[in-house]
């Protein structure tokens, strides 16, 4: 299969339109059996559940070119899963977890010559979402939806790639208590946007969101969970109102069955913040990118880890992942979807 001609290693993350985008539509009760679709544009009526109550869900994976040249995904079924409880909360119709995974690799396979060599350092990131499609003017659940997936190949989330990122603790909150913090829906980061240009033009990259209850503990930032390792003990939050990052919890096992880490998840108190040697986010768009210095009002967390490179115990975590994910290292069971 010829390759498209893209600079991959100069790729950030942005949107560049692929060959075929999946489509599938709910209507009368029922999801119809999906198709491949050239058309990388939506048309629906103004008064769209999404466009007017933001009635609308997505996931984030990639697709990955391993050493030997298989095509994989890093395990689609809990992207699946995931997708199903964040429709359930948003009282959307679930898109079958199998035939999910299905449209994963119809749509890569579809897309083979977008997805990135080994060793380029770029991916083919899949995006599936779903929308409220019909008009609704009450507030009320629409009952035509579209289900697509689009892909987009991409380099590092962060720009800079493994340079150390500079959080702020947020002046604004995430998610409430009982709230929608959990799942991955768009108003989660429609709320965010404000927060986070308003960051970026302080200087920071990222908000780091403490509890909206209380503002004593560590949530997670607009778009990863994050990590924290002390002596030989790896770190995460606990907590209801935060995504369950696929990420986050594979690096859990990692950590324990790979790297013989001790592992905690829970709360994490922001006073404990300064008590950590390595700090970093993960996720499937920023993998692991290293955290140099959190910065809470006059208070500033300095990593000894610096903010030179990523630390070496999160290194050893980034090495193992990846290498999981590239295939040089052997995975655990069901780990490993196999496109091509
Ligand atoms: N937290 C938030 C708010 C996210 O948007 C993401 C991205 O998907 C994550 C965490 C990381 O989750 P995952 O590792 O499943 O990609
Ligand atoms: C992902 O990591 O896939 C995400 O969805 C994060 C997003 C903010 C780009």
Not at 137 to 163: E, S
Not at 230 to 243: A, E, H
Not at 325 to 331: D, H, K, P, T, V
Request: hydrophobic share 40%; glycine share 10%.
């Amino acid at each position: 299969m010829e390759k498209q001609n893209i600079d991959w290693g100069s790729l950030g993350f942005g949107y560049i339109e692929t060959s075929k985008s999946f489509v599938s539509i709910f209507e009368n009760g029922a999801w119809d059996e999906g198709t491949l679709t050239s058309n990388h544009t939506v048309t629906m009526s103004e008064c769209a559940g999404v466009l007017q109550y933001a009635q609308t869900v997505f996931e984030g994976l990639k697709a990955y070119t391993t050493e030997d040249g298989r095509i994989v995904a890093f395990r689609p079924d809990l992207n699946a899963a995931r997708m199903a409880d964040s429709s359930r909360r948003l009282e959307m119709p679930v898109f079958p977890e199998d035939r999910f995974v299905e449209a994963v690799r119809e749509v890569v396979l579809a897309n083979e010559s977008w997805v990135p060599p080994y060793g380029s350092g770029a991916t083919l990131y899949i995006r599936p979402y779903m929308f409220g499609a019909n008009a609704v003017i009450g507030v009320k659940p629409a009952d035509v939806y579209q289900f697509r997936i689009l892909t987009t190949p991409v380099g590092p989330y962060f720009k800079g790639g493994a340079r150390p990122l500079t959080l702020k603790i947020a002046d604004y909150d995430r998610a409430a208590p009982r709230g929608t913090g959990h799942i991955k829906a768009g108003l989660n980061y429609a709320m965010s946007l404000h927060a986070i240009v308003e960051a970026h033009a302080q200087g920071f990259d990222e908000n780091l969101y403490p509890d909206s209850a209380t503002r004593t503990k560590v949530e997670e930032t607009g778009g990863a969970n994050i990590i924290f390792i002390r002596d030989n003990t790896f770190v995460t939050v606990g907590s209801p109102s935060i995504l369950p990052s696929i990420t986050r919890r594979s690096l859990e096992y990692v950590a324990e069955h790979y790297l013989g880490m001790k592992v905690e998840e829970r709360e994490v108190p922001l006073t404990e913040l300064s008590s950590f040697e390595e700090c970093g986010l993960c996720g499937t768009a920023a993998v692991i990118s290293p955290v140099g210095k959190i910065v809470n009002g006059s208070e500033e967390i300095c990593f000894p880890s610096g903010m030179a490179e990523m630390g070496p115990k999160t290194k050893k975590l980034y090495d193992t992942l990846t290498g999981i994910q590239m295939g040089r290292i052997e995975a655990p069971e069901g780990w490993i979807c196999r496109i091509k």
